[in-house]
């Protein structure tokens, strides 16, 4: 991979992270030192790529169980509020997908046993 594609990725890893300044105090180095990286001054060092990387891992693994835990697909995320909502906005309970439903779409998407 050439270095402009790799500083790219980096840019783009360190937004999803947060942006610059999220990305520094995630890394523990400068603001300087991260727009430093990005810009090509300094070289992206296989050390600094692992640490991006180990953050992209944590982060995804951070919103994979926040989806688990509000995502209707799962029936135990759902309560008697969560009933679908028309189109005046109110909810209606007796639009709401069965539970036994739910349960099925959810182990066909293979996020239940």
Known sequence: MDQELQREYFAR???????NE??????DISSRSLRSFISGERRLHSGI??????????HA??????????????S???NED???PLHDGRQDGSKRIPKTQVDAMARKLGLKD
């Open 61 to 74: 693994d951070a919103c994979r169980t926040l989806e688990r835990r509000i995502s209707p697909a799962f």
């Open 82 to 84: 969560n009933g679908p």
């Open 76 to 78: 135990s995320n759902l």
């Open 22 to 27: 999220a990305t520094a105090r995630i890394l």
């Open 49 to 58: 790529l692992k640490d991006i990387a180990a953050a992209l891992i944590a």
């Open 13 to 19: 890893a360190a937004q999803l992270l947060g942006g």
